[in-house]
C-alpha cells in the first residue's frame, strides 16, 4: 500500500512509500516469493508493489534534489551546503540507478515531482539565512527518519531481487545521511 504523505508544508516529504501488510502472522511465512532478476537480460515485469515503491523512491529522490539544490544557493552555513551538495550527488546517483531498473522492468517512473513536494520546495525558497537552514536541515532529518522506516519496511515487501539489492545497498547511506543531518541541525 502507498503510504500518504501528509504533514507540515516544510516537513511534507518523504523519501519512500511503504506497502507492508498489516497481518499479524509469521513473517516469513507471509513474505512473497523473490523474483530473481539479477540474471535476466530481457525485460522483467515488476509486481504493483515494486512498481509503487519505485516511483515514490524516484519522486521523493527528485524532490530531495530540487530541494537542495535550493540549499546549496541558499543556505547561509558551510555545514548546510556540504550537505546539500552530497545530497545533489548521492540522490542523483540513486536516481540514475532507479531508471535503469525501472527500464529494464518497463516502469514508467515519475518525470516531475506531485504539487504538493513542489509547494514544500517553495515555501523552503522564501525563507532566509538562519531559518532556512534551520528548516531545510529539519525537513532533511524527518524526510530520512521516514526512508529508514519506508526501506526497511519494503525489504520484507519487494519482490524484484535486483531492486531489493538496491535498497539494501542504499539503507546504511540513508541511515548515515540521517545522522549527518541530525548532527548539523543541532549544530545550528
Request: glycine share 6%.
Amino acid at each position: 500500500m502507498k503510504k500518504n504523505f501528509s504533514g507540515v508544508a516544510l516537513l511534507l516529504m518523504a523519501l519512500v512509500a511503504c506497502h507492508g501488510s498489516s497481518g499479524s502472522g509469521d513473517a516469513a511465512a507471509e513474505a512473497p516469493a523473490k523474483q530473481d532478476s539479477s540474471n535476466i537480460t530481457g525485460p522483467v515485469s515488476a509486481s504493483r508493489g515494486d512498481q509503487d515503491f519505485m516511483s515514490a523512491v524516484a519522486e521523493a529522490g527528485m524532490t530531495e534534489i530540487q530541494a537542495s539544490r535550493t540549499a546549496e544557493q541558499m543556505a547561509s552555513h558551510p555545514r548546510v551546503k556540504d550537505f546539500a551538495t552530497m545530497m545533489v550527488q548521492d540522490h542523483g546517483h540513486w536516481g540514475d540507478e532507479l531508471k535503469a531498473l525501472a527500464q529494464a522492468r518497463n516502469v514508467s517512473l515519475p518525470a516531475a515531482i506531485s504539487s504538493s513536494h513542489q509547494a514544500a520546495v517553495n515555501a523552503l525558497q522564501k525563507l532566509h539565512e538562519g531559518a532556512f537552514d534551520r528548516h531545510y536541515m529539519a525537513m532533511m532529518v524527518h524526510d530520512h527518519e521516514g526512508a529508514v522506516k519506508d526501506f526497511e519496511t519494503a525489504e520484507k515487501t519487494v519482490r524484484d531481487t535486483a531492486l531489493l539489492r538496491f535498497l539494501k545497498e542504499k539503507l546504511p547511506m540513508i541511515k548515515m545521511h540521517l545522522d549527518s543531518a541530525m548532527a548539523i541541525g543541532k549544530a545550528l
